[in-house]
Structure formats: C-alpha cells, structure tokens
C-alpha cells in the first residue's frame, strides 16, 4: 500500500464527516475519495515536507467567490493534524475587515463604494502583520484575533474572536484576494462592468484599490511561504456558486431577524466590486502560485498543477 492509501484510510472518516457537515439537501460533494486521494493528499504532503519546527510555514490559499477556500483549508487542516501531526491554524483574510463603523468613515473620505466590504483597503492590514509577527515570534505568547461576522456585516465581539494558545506549524492564510498583484495604472481606465462605469467615472475607487495592492498588501503578502490558488473556468460561474452561498447562510442564519443577507441582485452587484482584481488573478495567478487546482463547472477539482515540485 503505498503512502497516499495509508494516509486516505486514517483520515477519511474524519474528512467525510466535515465533508457531510457542508452538504445540504440539494448539494452533495461528488467523488470524495478522488478529490481527497489524487489532490488534496499529495497537497498536503507537499506541505509538510516544507515545514520545521523553528517557525510556522504560512500558506497563502485564493479562489473567488465560492471556490470551495473554505471547505478545501479544512479539509487540509483535518489532514495535516490527523495524519502529519502538525499544530494547524486556519484564519480567513475576511475575518480582518474593517468594521462597518471605519468603512463608512472610508467611504465618506475616499470613495463611497468602500463602504462594501471586499475589496483591498477595506481590511486592516496593520491587525494581519501584526499577527504574522507574532506568529512567527521566537517566544510564543497567546494571540487574539478577530472574527467576522458577514450576516450583520460587522467585526463580532471581542468575546467571540479566535484564541491561538499555542505555536502552529502551519498557518492557512486564505481569501479570495490573498496573493492578488496590482494591475498596471493604463488598464485601470476601462471599466469592468456596469458599476465601475456609473459609480466610479473619476476612477477614483479602482486606484485607490490599486494603491493598496502595490504597497500595503504586497508587503503583507510577501510574508507567506507559498501560495495555492483555486481556479475556476469564469466568473459567471463564481457569481453561481456566490449565490448558493448565499443561499447557505441564509439557512443558518434565517432565524434571526437582524441578520442581513442578501437577495440575487445584492448578490450581483456586490460580485461586481470583486470582477476587476478576480479577472486579473485568472490571468496572473496561475503564472506565479505553487499549486494551482483547477476547478470544472460542477465545482470539482479537475487537476492539480505544481511549480515546483
């Protein structure tokens, strides 16, 4: 039996009953055995052959909207711990958004599309660096870090953010825009779609977004030791699979009456302030992450391609 086979049989029941946790009545995951035995595995092994136990290896892990980021860095998480032994940490770029009180003054200074949570600028980035300092700090002290809440759109309370005891071997860094480089400043001037064009006439909104992915999110991205991109055939695909996202959450969160989710065309316009960057990682992404899994309209990983090996 060879390493990827021993490796299946001691996590599978750990992955499946993570994998079942996600399913809904109408949406079952398809060939798990493949996803876990030909791509995610191998993934991981690649993964902890580059770990020590000096500092943690941070993974930078980017898709769009509705890529699977989340279901995929847990289920490497369930992995690496259960069959590698490794301490995980797994935080989302969403959980640093600025609250809803510092965006509304953003967007009253800057522009009022920042107003929507999204988009780099709306993050702080300040909060991140300071947890990857820490993180990679000779003497480890407990970190608190904090906790996005998207159905009211606000930071949640101090009480409910993520308490991190302990050294991690492995950081999972993931977000839709984590890696994302800027554009060049000339193709900034045609808008996109039909919000750049009505809402952002004086471009004042891209450039600014621009700015911050050339200075404070390059710096920010530099910190990671590698990066492993989920790439979809196209973006009307993502806003299909946002939808049912969206769609999810609602379920869960459907008993509270405060909770704010959005309709199919709060849906569409809000994937609008996400095409310009996403576009661009289809087509930069793939030249520069370490793994790229290629992802088929039914939301299957189709192959897995290594930079180096």
Sequence with gaps: MNKTN????KVKKDCFKFIKSQETKTEKFCNKDKMLKSFLIPMCFWIANKTNNK???FVGLAGGQGTGKTTISSIVKIIL????????FKISIDDFYKTRKERIILSKKI?????TRGVPGTHDVQMMLSFFKKAKSKIFKK?????????????SPKKSWYKLKEKPDVVIFEGWCVGAKAELNKTLKKSINSLEKTNDQKLLWRNYVNKQLKNKYKKLYSQLNCMIYLKAQNFSLLQKWRL??????????????SHKIMNKNDVLKFMQTYQRITENMFKKMPKYASIVLNLNSNHQIKSAVYKNK
């Design 55 to 57: 500092k943690p290896y």
């Design 6 to 9: 021993i490796c299946f049989d």
């Design 244 to 257: 049912k996202q969206e769609h999810k959450l609602w379920l869960k969160s459907k008993k509270s009456s």
């Design 81 to 88: 711990e259960k069959y590698f032994k490794l301490k995980v």
């Design 143 to 155: 970190i608190e870090l904090p906790d996005f809440n998207k159905a009211i759109d606000d930071r």
């Design 111 to 115: 522009h009022p599309m920042l107003m």
